[in-house]
């Protein structure tokens, strides 16, 4: 089984750290928490040993970690939501201030893929990415796409500044990562996923990943090839929808495979600095041939101006 970079490719594409990209962790108290849920907080615990994890993640060891009380977003933010802030900001993503972003094969228009094929535009090691032009939120298959029809799924081609900007806008921010695993198990302890240790009890899809033979063929067993509403499947134990599958989400911590060995217990917040941010959840292209982090303890990362077809966010807030 390959690890790979479990079918999200990252590319930095500025080289530069702007605002605040590079300070501390705030805690954030002013923005409606309406359609998000209130989570106790208190001792849980974190991460995994499972033979089928990926030690070079970190996802290891298992670690306890007490967090305050806090409110995380039902929903992964929407096509909708972000619609909103556009229209009231005027806000331009970094894919379209880049010009481009990035979308799986089979998402593509046929016609368009045909030109990228002859321009030569796959990502390299990763050539079931295409790297194309006019891609965007708004346009998530390519400059003459757009959203209709999918104004209820996560919004895609968002970067980590992109999702400061909704967060600061929306008086929230992003969960950090042990937020987000609490948040993610639902009251449930060491399960492998966010539903317990099968993956589909009793034949049943508990969430929007790969089925198929990955990356040439997703059957869409499970209802969907690309990404399904942000409601779509049960909630979890905390009545949060799709912690797991549909699209990787942005969170605050900085990237480190081992900073949590010794790190603090209370309330973490990952690294000060570094050159990736963390994804957590896993997303409609994670199959267990080549990327199984779709389970609850699993992580992966992207530089903080990254863009994809396969990557969004929710928000949280503060009592």
């Not at 930095?12 to 954030?28: D, M, N, S, V």
């Not at 570094?274 to 994670?286: D, F, K, P």
């Given at each position: 089984?390959?690890?790979g970079?479990?079918?999200?490719?990252?590319?930095?594409?500025?080289?530069?750290?702007?605002?605040?990209?590079?300070?501390?962790?705030?805690?954030?108290?002013?923005?409606?928490?309406?359609?998000?849920?209130?989570?106790?907080?208190?001792?849980?615990?974190?991460?995994?040993?499972?033979?089928i994890?990926?030690?070079?993640?970190?996802?290891?060891?298992?670690?306890?970690?007490?967090?305050?009380?806090?409110?995380?977003?039902r929903?992964?933010?929407?096509?909708?939501?972000?619609?909103?802030?556009?229209?009231?900001?005027?806000?331009?993503?970094?894919?379209?201030k880049?010009?481009?972003s990035?979308?799986?094969?089979?998402l593509?228009?046929?016609?368009?893929?045909?030109?990228?094929?002859?321009?030569?535009?796959?990502?390299?090691?990763?050539?079931?990415?295409?790297?194309?032009?006019?891609?965007?939120?708004?346009?998530?298959?390519?400059?003459?796409?757009?959203?209709q029809?999918?104004?209820?799924?996560?919004?895609?081609?968002?970067?980590?500044?992109?999702?400061?900007?909704?967060?600061?806008?929306?008086?929230?921010?992003?969960?950090?990562?042990?937020?987000?695993?609490?948040?993610?198990?639902?009251?449930?302890?060491?399960?492998?996923?966010?539903?317990?240790?099968?993956?589909?009890?009793?034949?049943?899809?508990?969430?929007?990943?790969?089925?198929?033979?990955?990356?040439?063929?997703?059957?869409?067993e499970?209802?969907?090839?690309?990404?399904?509403?942000?409601?779509?499947?049960?909630?979890?134990?905390?009545?949060?929808?799709?912690m797991?599958?549909?699209?990787?989400?942005?969170?605050?911590?900085?990237?480190?495979?081992?900073?949590?060995?010794?790190?603090?217990?209370?309330?973490?917040?990952?690294?000060?600095s570094?050159?990736?941010?963390?994804?957590?959840?896993?997303?409609?292209?994670?199959h267990?041939?080549?990327?199984?982090?779709?389970?609850?303890?699993?992580?992966?990362?992207?530089?903080?101006?990254?863009?994809?077809?396969?990557?969004?966010?929710?928000?949280?807030?503060?009592?």
């Open positions: 089984m390959g690890n970079s479990c079918c999200t490719p990252g590319k930095k594409r500025c080289g530069c750290e702007e605002g605040h990209l590079g300070q501390p962790f705030q805690r954030i108290s002013t923005g409606s928490t309406d359609g998000m849920v209130r989570l106790d907080g208190g001792t849980f615990l974190m991460g995994t040993d499972d033979e994890g990926y030690p070079d993640d970190g996802e290891g060891p298992i670690r306890t970690i007490t967090l305050a009380p806090f409110y995380m977003d929903y992964a933010v929407t096509n909708d939501d972000f619609r909103k802030f556009v229209d009231a900001t005027g806000y331009k993503t970094d894919a379209e880049f010009g481009y990035f979308v799986f094969h089979l593509l228009p046929s016609s368009l893929k045909r030109t990228l094929d002859l321009l030569g535009r796959t990502v390299q090691g990763l050539e079931w990415w295409y790297n194309v032009e006019g891609a965007d939120w708004a346009h998530p298959f390519g400059p003459d796409s757009d959203f029809g999918l104004e209820n799924h996560p919004v895609t081609h968002v970067s980590y500044r992109d999702a400061l900007a909704y967060c600061d806008w929306a008086g929230k921010r992003l969960p950090t990562e042990a937020e987000t695993e609490y948040a993610a198990r639902g009251g449930l302890e060491g399960k492998r996923y966010v539903w317990g240790d099968e993956l589909m009890p009793g034949g049943k899809h508990m969430c929007n990943i790969f089925q198929g033979k990955f990356p040439e063929y997703n059957s869409g499970d209802g969907y090839i690309g990404t399904a509403p942000v409601d779509a499947f049960e909630p979890n134990g905390y009545g949060l929808y799709n797991a599958g549909n699209v990787w989400e942005w969170v605050f911590d900085w990237w480190s495979p081992g900073f949590h060995i010794s790190g603090p217990r209370e309330n973490p917040v990952g690294p000060d570094g050159e990736r941010r963390v994804n957590r959840g896993g997303s409609y292209l994670c267990d041939s080549y990327c199984n982090r779709y389970r609850v303890a699993a992580r992966t990362s992207n530089t903080p101006d990254s863009s994809t077809g396969n990557l969004g966010f929710r928000c949280a807030r503060d009592l």
